[in-house]
């Protein structure tokens, strides 16, 4: 990475949705292209028919490997050369399909280092599979590939929050019996690195959202905050990091308390991408964050309605790539201050004052 501009691995996403659309008029900014050298995982065919329909002009040097990429340059690696057939606006086991093997092929190329980074292009959740191997979702894709006990920690990050979640996608009467103290620790604490070293946020301060809407005004003993998040927080407290709460999800997003912390831990996915998407508006970025590989996507899916109609806004992809670029730097720079304690970037200091000031009864917010 030294010797050379970041190298970002784009995968197509699903073949009839929007993801060449995006890439696209992404690249048409000639300022992208001193940012990074991007790298198209696809199919150059495919590519070629998009660029038709969409009447835009965008060129591309076709690569057989990362290896060959040009600076300054929209490069397209071959993933596959076989024909297939292109039914813009409609999923289909072929579009799916090539989603996978995109991205497949964009893994390898960054765990051997030709790569520093991916951003996924949008799939389809329900056709998202090779075979009868149903992946529906790309960390779930990632985690299968690069196998081992590591689990991948989904965010959604935008402009004014940074926001991780304990459970994965799950029916809500599930997650009562999925959430563990052992979980949660986990969770906050892969978050913790994550805001550390992905971020470069010293000493990050993270909310813990409860599990029930009234938890702050009853003392149930059986409650989900009282047997297992309170124990949880006290334990990360006792490690050395800042972690607060729990906080109920209506006023700490009513009251604007999310504006004091560097990152949010909700429970389930619905307790905290409705209120992400309605204060943050602008669409942010997906993150497959506590993995090896750095991985990004745009907070949007395939959007099949607007696939081949020129009506699709890339800003979402522009920050996906964005993101990518830093947090492969960031993670290179401090797992470099890692190796050397004399160049260490980051000195923590525990306040305690801290943990007055985020009370869980306290509901004055910090002023910025």
């Known amino acids: 990475m030294e010797d050379r501009k970041i190298r970002i691995a784009i995968t197509h996403g699903d073949t009839n949705g929007i993801g060449y659309e995006m890439i696209f008029k992404t ?6 292209l001193e940012l990074c050298t991007p790298i198209i995982y696809g199919s150059p065919k495919v590519a070629a028919y998009h660029r038709n329909v969409l009447d835009l002009q965008a060129n591309f040097t076709i690569i057989n490997n990362a290896e060959e990429a040009c ?6 690696l071959t993933v596959f050369e ?13 579009s799916g399909e090539a989603a996978v093997k995109a991205l497949e092929k964009a893994i390898d190329d960054c765990q051997n280092g030709h790569v520093d980074a991916i ?29 081992g006990d590591a689990k991948a920690l989904r965010m959604i990050v935008g402009k004014k929050m940074r926001m991780a979640f304990v459970t994965t996608e799950m029916p809500l009467k599930d997650v009562a019996e ?24 010293t000493n990050p301060r993270i909310a813990v959202l409860a599990m029930n809407p009234a938890s702050a005004n009853g003392n149930d003993e059986n409650m989900e905050e009282t047997t297992i998040l309170k124990p949880a927080i006290e334990k990360l407290e006792k490690e050395g990091r800042q972690v607060f709460g729990p906080y109920v999800a209506e006023e700490f997003f009513g009251e604007a308390q999310y ?29 497959s964050a506590a993995m090896p590989v750095v991985m990004t996507m745009p907070d949007m899916g395939p959007e099949f309605r607007k696939a081949g109609k020129n009506e699709v806004d890339e800003q979402t992809m522009r ?38 000031r985020f009370n869980i009864q306290k509901k004055q917010v910090r002023e910025e």
């Open 27 to 32: 690249f048409a900014e000639p300022e992208m």
């Open 71 to 76: 600076e300054r340059r929209l490069n397209l």
């Open 82 to 94: 076989d024909d297939m057939k292109v039914d813009i606006g409609r999923p289909t086991e072929e």
């Open 119 to 147: 951003v996924g292009a949008p799939v389809c959740d329900s056709n998202f599979k090779v075979g009868k191997t149903m992946y529906g979702e790309q960390t779930y894709f990632l985690e299968k590939k690069l196998g």
């Open 178 to 201: 999925a959430i563990t103290q052992e979980l949660v620790e986990e969770k906050a604490a892969a978050l913790h690195e994550t805001l550390l070293r992905d971020f470069r946020i």
């Open 259 to 287: 504006t004091a912390f560097d990152g949010i831990l909700a429970m389930y996915k619905d307790q905290g991408v409705i209120p992400y998407r309605t204060i943050e508006q602008e669409n942010g970025l997906k993150m």
């Open 319 to 356: 920050y996906a790539i964005y993101s990518a670029i830093d947090i492969a730097r960031n993670r290179a720079t401090y797992d470099e201050a890692k190796k050397d304690p004399l160049k260490k970037l980051y000195h923590e200091k525990r306040d305690e004052s801290e943990k007055v």
